[in-house]
C-alpha cells in the first residue's frame, strides 16, 4: 500500500534550523518503522495494528499513521470518534480505523459516513448502531469487545449469550473481530493474564468463527498464545518498554531538549524556586530552563529528576515550576552553558523511562503530555 501522507520536506523542519524554542521533540520515524517491523516478526502470522490515539501518544497521529502506513499497516486504533473522523482523510480507504471507547449517543452518523469502525462495549452501544445501519441501509462494521476481567470496557460475560443471540439476528452487522483487553500485560508474570487468557479463549470459541484481537504491546511480548489475529501495540511502537523489569527490546523514538534562558551564581543557603523547598548547601551555580508542567514535565520531578548535558547529570533542585525549572550546573565547567544552550531531557543518557520513573509515573503519561510549545521534528 502506498504512504499517501504529506510529510513533506521533514529535513526542512530539523531542530537545528528553528531558533528561540523553548524545547525541541525529535520523532524519529525510521525507529518507528523498525518498532514496527520487530512487532511484526514477534507477531507474525497476525497481523500488527497502529493504536495512534491521544494524536500517537503525542508524537504526531498523521505523521505516524504515514510512517506505519508505508511499513505495511492497515489497522489503526484511536480512542474517540472525533479522532478517528480527524485521521480518517490521511488514510487509504483500504485501511480500517476503529474507536477503542465506542460510540457515544451522535457519534453514530459521523462515524458511519467517516468509514470508522466502532468497537462495541455494551448492548446500548450494539443496538445504536444496527438503528444506524438502518437508516443508512446498509450493512456497517464493528468490533466487539469483551470484559475479561478488567472492569472497564466491554460486555460482561453474563451478557454474552444475549450478544450472540442479537448479532445472529442483525445481518446489517459486519462483525471484524471479538477483542478484549489485558489489564497486567505489562507484568508478564501475574497470573490475572493467564486469567484474561482463558476467558478470551472462551469468548472465540462461542463466537468462532471471529478472529481475535486481543494483545497490547505487553501482550505481543507474551507469547502466540496471546495474538489472535490482529494485536494493537501502541507504547511499543513508540519506544516505551512494553514490560516492566526487563531490558527494553525496542528502539527509542523520541527525544526531548530543552533551551537554558539563564543561569546563576549563588551562595550556599540561598532558597531556589517556589516556596523555597531547596537549599544550597555550597556555592552553586544554576540553570534556569525553559520548560515546566505546563510542558509535560510533570511537578513531581521536583527536587527528583534531572537533565543531562554531555553525560552530566544536572539534578533538578527545588519545585518545578509552569513554565520553567532550575537545574544545578555546578559540575560542568564555568562557560558550558549560556542563554539557548540545549539540555537533554530524553536522549542518549536519560531514557523516557528513567525520566517517568523519576516523575512517579509511566511513559504513556510523559509522551502523552510533552507539550504543545515544543519544536516538533521528524527524521
Ligand atoms: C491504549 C490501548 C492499547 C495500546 O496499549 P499499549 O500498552 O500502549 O500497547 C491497546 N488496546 C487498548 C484497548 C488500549 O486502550
Known amino acids: 500500500m502506498e504512504d499517501t501522507l504529506d510529510r513533506t520536506a521533514p529535513g526542512a523542519l530539523l531542530a537545528g ?33 497502529g493504536v495512534v490515539k491521544a494524536d500517537a501518544y503525542g508524537l504526531g497521529a498523521i505523521q505516524v499513521a504515514g510512517t506505519l502506513l508505508g511499513a505495511g499497516c492497515k ?13 480518517r482523510p490521511h ?34 452501544q450494539l443496538h445504536r448502531w444496527r438503528a444506524r445501519a438502518r ?18 470496557l466491554g460486555f460482561a460475560p453474563a451478557e454474552r449469550a444475549a450478544v450472540r443471540m442479537e448479532i445472529a439476528q442483525s445481518p446489517e452487522l459486519e462483525v471484524l473481530y471479538v477483542m478484549s483487553h489485558l489489564a497486567s500485560a505489562d507484568e508478564p508474570t501475574r497470573a490475572q493474564n493467564v486469567a484474561q487468557l482463558a476467558e478470551m479463549e472462551k469468548v472465540a470459541k462461542e463466537f468462532a468463527p471471529l ?47 530543552i533551551a537554558v534562558v539563564q543561569t546563576r551564581r549563588v551562595p550556599s543557603g540561598t532558597m531556589v524556586g517556589y516556596s523555597g523547598t531547596h537549599l544550597t548547601s555550597d556555592c552553586t551555580r544554576l540553570a534556569t530552563l525553559c520548560a515546566g508542567y505546563a510542558d509535560g514535565l510533570p511537578r513531581s520531578l521536583s527536587g527528583r529528576g534531572a537533565v543531562y548535558f554531555h553525560g552530566h547529570r544536572l539534578p533538578i533542585v527545588g519545585r518545578v515550576s509552569m513554565d520553567s ?27 523516557l523511562e528513567m525520566l517517568a520513573t523519576d516523575a512517579g509515573t509511566i511513559s504513556y503519561e510523559i509522551l502523552t503530555g510533552l507539550g504543545s510549545r515544543f519544536f516538533k521534528s521528524y527524521c
Open 135 to 152: 437508516v443508512e441501509r446498509r450493512r456497517l462494521p464493528a468490533v466487539l469487545q469483551f470484559d475479561t476481567g478488567m472492569s472497564r
Open 75 to 87: 489497522d489503526f486504533f484511536v480512542a474517540h470518534a472525533e479522532e478517528a473522523v480527524a485521521l
Open 91 to 124: 488514510l487509504p480507504s483500504g485501511a480500517q480505523l476503529f474507536v477503542l471507547n465506542g460510540l457515544l449517543p451522535g457519534a453514530e452518523a459521523v462515524c458511519a459516513s467517516a468509514a470508522v469502525t466502532p468497537v462495541i462495549n455494551s448492548l446500548t
Open 17 to 49: 534550523k528553528a531558533h528561540g524554542f523553548p524545547g525541541y521533540m525529535t520523532v524519529d520515524l525510521a525507529a518507528l518503522r523498525r518498532n514496527f517491523q520487530r512487532i511484526a516478526s514477534i507477531a507474525n502470522p497476525a497481523r500488527v495494528a
Open 325 to 351: 525549572m532550575t537545574v544545578d550546573i555546578s559540575d560542568l565547567p564555568d562557560d558550558a552553558l549560556d542563554l539557548g544552550s540545549l539540555v537533554e531531557v530524553i536522549g542518549p543518557h536519560q531514557t
Open 211 to 257: 478472529p481475535v484481537c486481543f494483545a497490547n504491546s505487553g501482550g505481543v511480548l507474551m507469547g502466540s498464545d496471546y495474538h489472535g489475529s490482529l494485536v494493537r501495540p501502541g507504547i511499543a511502537l513508540y519506544g516505551g518498554a512494553p514490560q516492566l523489569g526487563v531490558a527494553n527490546p525496542m528502539e527509542p523514538v523520541v527525544s526531548l531538549s
